[in-house]
């Protein structure tokens, strides 16, 4: 199972990106996919969840201006951010937890990190 992470890049403050990841391989089903983030010198932190049935969860910081969304049939991610702040820079990682045969244990996947730079 690989996870394929695209769409960083620098932006000035106030504008928009959007993070796509999309999930590659052998599984059974993609469970939960979340998007985390880490800044220079900070732990890894979870910026929003997504379920398999479309409920999400988002962390208070982004609340308002982060969405996330998921398409099931092509196995995406996606990350619309908008009034993107200097706080919000870092790297972003998405994760999913995927079952990889019917009666399997569900695993973590994580994807490579795709850089968001806010400008101020």
């Known amino acids: 199972v690989q996870l394929q992470a695209s769409g960083g890049g620098l932006v000035q403050a106030g504008g928009s990106l959007r993070l796509s990841c999309a999930a590659s391989g052998t599984f059974f089903s993609v469970n939960t996919m979340d998007w985390y983030r880490q800044a220079p010198g900070k732990q890894r932190e979870l910026v929003a969840r997504i379920t398999s049935y479309h409920s999400t969860m988002y962390a208070d910081s982004v609340k308002g201006r982060f969405t996330i969304s998921r398409d099931n049939f092509k196995n995406t991610v996606y990350l619309q951010m908008n009034s993107l702040k200097s706080e919000d820079t870092g790297a972003y990682y998405c994760?999913?937890?995927?079952?990889?045969?019917?009666?399997?244990?569900?695993?973590?996947?994580w994807g490579h990190g795709t850089q968001v730079t806010v400008s101020s």
């Open positions: 994760h999913a937890k995927v079952t990889t045969s019917r009666y399997g244990p569900e695993d973590d996947y």
